[in-house]
């Protein structure tokens, strides 16, 4: 059974710094894309960054273009997301997932995310 963990949320002052990592147990990420989510209060899931797998071509929402900076490490099958500069508009749950699913395992779940505050 595929579980995907992110990890690395917490609380952090304006202008500060978190970096989250995503891990899959039962599924490799290596060959697919890997995109970064958040959903805030009271709004719909937001995709914020995207990483694919064969060429790393990266691509980032506009509101958190040149701030944050998604990366992978097939090794540890782990996904990154760096994140600079933070703004309390960036408080959410923040998720991972493989957009489309994988052919063998369908969708995957949503694993339980990991919070991001952004607050002084």
């Known amino acids: 059974q595929v579980q995907l963990v992110e990890s690395g949320g917490g609380l952090v002052q304006p202008g500060g710094s978190l970096r989250l990592s995503c891990t899959a147990s039962?599924?490799?990420?290596?060959?697919?894309?890997v995109n970064w989510y958040r959903q805030a209060p009271g709004k719909e899931r937001e995709v914020v960054a995207q990483?694919?797998?064969?060429?790393?071509?990266?691509t980032y929402a506009e509101s958190v273009k040149g701030r944050f900076t998604i990366s992978r490490d097939n090794a540890r099958n782990t996904v990154y997301l760096q994140m600079n500069s933070l703004k309390p508009e960036d408080t959410a749950v923040y998720y991972c997932?493989?957009?489309?699913?994988?052919?063998?395992?369908?969708?995957?779940?949503w694993g339980q995310g990991t919070q991001v505050t952004v607050s002084s």
């Open positions: 997932n493989v957009p489309g699913g994988a052919p063998a395992q369908g969708y995957l779940d």
């Open positions: 990483i694919i797998s064969l060429d790393g071509t990266r």
């Open positions: 039962g599924f490799t990420f290596g060959s697919y894309a």
